[in-house]
């Protein structure tokens, strides 16, 4: 089974033979759901840090401008403000927490596809011996 991203951890043992399958099913399933939410949340968060980043971006560079720095430096020279650099600190924070979400999305699509596909390979060995 393939482990969720940090944050997303199941309190489950999704190879744990001892819980009926249905119920890891269930686990996986209900897991998805918590990752969207939290992707969507995420999302949200990122999109508003990018906006602020921009437009410290955009204060920093005319300052900059207006102080009299060379224009081929102002673009460097902005990243590495105080405010700037912040806000591009928290953008790609942002991004990263949005993008574990998504991941964890994908992993537990897995691991309830991988125990869908056990739970049909039990019902066909149960028709056999039948």
């Not at 906006?51 to 009299?68: I, S």
Request: hydrophobic letters at 40%.
């Amino acid at each position: 089974m393939p482990d969720p991203p940090e944050g997303f951890e199941s309190d489950m043992a999704f190879d744990d033979e001892s819980i009926p399958l249905w119920v890891r099913i269930d686990e996986a399933l209900r897991m998805v759901l918590i990752a969207q939410k939290a992707a969507k949340h995420r999302g949200i968060t990122w999109a508003r840090c990018e906006a602020e980043y921009y437009t410290a971006k955009a204060e920093e560079t005319f300052g900059l401008y207006e102080d009299g720095t060379p224009a081929t430096v102002i673009a460097q020279v902005a990243k590495g403000m105080p405010r700037t650099n912040a806000a591009l600190e928290r953008r790609l924070a942002e991004e990263v927490g949005y993008k574990n979400a998504v991941e964890a999305i994908q992993c537990y699509k897995l691991i309830a596809r991988l125990l869908n596909d056990e739970q049909q390979r039990e019902w066909e060995q149960a028709k056999r011996t039948t």
